[in-house]
């Protein structure tokens, strides 16, 4: 789904192999606390690449768990 431009991606369609959490959290007004997680690939790391809201505000409610991605990741279905 879209959502301000940002492609958001349901959590079981990600290899997750290539994730992991970091400590790093921002606020948005109206979807509430992100959590992010760098992307390692190749053994390049791209960090903080990918962003979700584990439990958004009600407004953004549809996105819960879904992953958006920045940082120059691009994404493919190979």
Known sequence: MVVEGNHYFPPD???REYFTSTPTHTTCSWKGTADYFSITVGGATNNDAARTYPQPKPAAKDIAGYVAF???VTVSDD
């Open 13 to 15: 369609s990600l290899n």
């Open 70 to 72: 920045w940082r120059g």
